[in-house]
């Protein structure tokens, strides 16, 4: 008997599978890059948006300083800017503002 032919059926059913497994593992690669750079986006924007709150909050304690401002009022200068940082997320809204034409 010969056994070419059925052998080599199974060497190209093996060889179209095999490609197909690359073209996957190549899919399931570009799939968890993204996932990945998007995750480190979202997290590289948390620590941005803390490092500017620190930023503007030592420029509001250098101002204190420099001015030798009084306890009571240093610590509701403090907590104005906290509430108005949390208020707005540290969004400049006249900068928001200005963006819009119609509305400057």
């Given at each position: ?36 750079g ?19 909050m ?30 707005t ?16």
């Amino acid at each position: 008997m010969h056994y070419f032919p059925i052998i080599s059926t199974y060497i190209i059913i093996i060889h179209a599978a095999l490609k197909c497994v690359k073209y996957y593992y190549c899919v399931a690669a570009l799939m968890y890059a993204s996932i990945f750079g998007n995750v480190s986006a979202i997290i590289q924007r948390l620590y941005s948006g803390t490092a500017r709150y620190h930023t503007q909050m030592q420029k509001v304690k250098e101002f204190i300083r420099f001015h030798q401002i009084p306890n009571p009022l240093r610590q509701r200068l403090e907590e104005y800017f906290q509430h108005a940082w949390s208020y707005t997320n540290g969004i400049d809204m006249n900068m928001v503002r200005l963006t819009f034409e119609c509305l400057a």
